[in-house]
Every structure is written in C-alpha cells, then in structure tokens.
T-cell receptor
Framework: DAKTTQPNSMESNEEEPVHLPCNHS???????IHWYRQLPSQGPEYVIH???SNVNNRMASLAIAEDRKSSTLILHRATLRDAAVYYC???????????????FGRGTQLTVWP | NAGVTQTPKFRVLKTGQSMTLLCAQD?????MYWYRQDPGMGLRLIHY???????AKGEVPDGYNVSRLKKQNFLLGLESAAPSQTSVYFC???????????FGPGTRLTVL
C-alpha cells in the first residue's frame, strides 16, 4: 500500500494560516487522499478528503498537486482547538483487498501558540 | 444519532483473563474496524468487517477475535490477555470505501 511522508511536528500562532504538507509519491489512480486529526485523548476525527481536485469544507481546504504526488492541508485561521496530530492517509476506493482500510502513520503534531 | 459508541471506556485485566469490547454504531454503516494505538504511534488495524456476518484480519490480529452478528455491533474479544495488549482500542465505521470513517471515543485497556 502507498505510504505518506509528513513532518513530525509543526508550530503556528493562533489566527494564522497553517499549511500541513504530505508527500505520497507512490499514489495510485484509485487512492483517495484523506486527512484525519486526533485531539488529545480522543479518537481520530475526519477532516477532509479528495481525489484530484482541490476541496474545501467548513474545517479546512485540501490542495492536491497536479501530479497527485503531494498534497497540503490548509487551516485558514488556526485556533487553540486545532492543536492535534494530523494524519495524511491514502485510502484505496476500489473493492479490492484493501477494502477502504486506513493506514495511519505517526502524523504531524501541530502546536498552536496563543 | 449517537454515532459510534464503545463499551467500556476503561478496563484493567490480569494476565490470562478474557474480555469483550463492544462497538455499536447507529448510522447503518456496512464497514466496521477495530484499531489499537500504542503510545506515540499511529493506529494499527486489528480486524475489520465489510458487513453483517463477515470478518477479516488486519495488520495485527494475533490474540484477538471478532464477531459481527448484527450490522450495528462489532465485538472484539481477548481470550487470554497479555501485557502486550495494553493499549487504547478504537472502533470505527464507514458507509462505503469512498467516505470517511467515524471513530468511537476509545477504550483504554491495561493488562497487568
């Protein structure tokens, strides 16, 4: 299964934009790019996902490179509540052996300073 | 909707004891998953199910068994607990392979 590479940690100040990068050079055509985050002592929470086009929702934006080998999660105005571990995950959408499983790496620990 | 719920929230077992973790979802999702998370690590898949009556092994299935007798419930069993199974266990469900997974709040298990 295709793997992703993320920085171990990033920092931001409150109310500033945050760009969280993810490299996935071995991505296949049927892989969706998913982002989840995990707040302390909680289960992972879905943030956003996309296939080829950039995506926006109420939580964040996802910018996908034209060759799909990298993507960036954008938090437009970081708040203290956004401090979490952010996971970039490739999820195969076909009904093959992976069956939509999510493979979690160590993610990026985002620290937000007041 | 309650989403995904897990029972119990905390449990302490002695080596060799058995227990069952219950996961329930009220979203009529076909896919359900059990993960474990160890300190400083990402989640690892234990077992999963693609529908009522079906189960399959994930990355780390040894020492665990699962059952999905009803669509809304996914049970994870430890027949003979070992200290290496001390972890936080998360259950998740998903409508299909395109959409997001919804996670439960987790069960913190300690095996002494």
């Amino acid at each position: 299964d295709a793997k992703t590479t993320q920085p171990n940690s990033m920092e931001s100040n409150e109310e500033e934009p945050v760009h969280l990068p993810c490299n996935h050079s071995t991505i296949s055509g049927t892989d969706y790019i998913h982002w989840y985050r995990q707040l302390p002592s909680q289960g992972p929470e879905y943030v956003i996902h996309g296939l080829t086009s950039n995506v926006n929702n109420r939580m964040a934006s996802l910018a996908i490179a034209e060759d799909r080998k990298s993507s960036t999660l954008i938090l437009h105005r970081a708040t203290l509540r956004d401090a979490a571990v952010y996971y970039c995950i490739l999820s195969r959408s076909d009904r093959g052996s992976t069956l939509g499983r999510l493979y979690f790496g160590r993610g990026t620990q985002l620290t937000v300073w007041p | 909707n309650a989403g995904v719920t897990q029972t119990p929230k905390f449990r302490v077992l002695k080596t060799g004891q058995s227990m069952t973790l219950l996961c329930a979802q009220d979203m009529n999702h076909e896919y359900m998953y059990w993960y474990r998370q160890d300190p400083g690590m990402g989640l690892r898949l234990i077992h999963y199910s693609v529908g009522e009556g079906t189960t399959a092994k994930g990355e780390v299935p040894d020492g665990y068994n699962v059952s999905r007798l009803k669509k809304q419930n996914f049970l994870l069993g430890l027949e003979s607990a070992a200290p290496s199974q001390t972890s936080v266990y998360f259950c998740a469900s998903r409508r299909n392979t395109y959409n997001e997974q919804f996670f439960g709040p987790g069960t913190r298990l300690t095996v002494l």
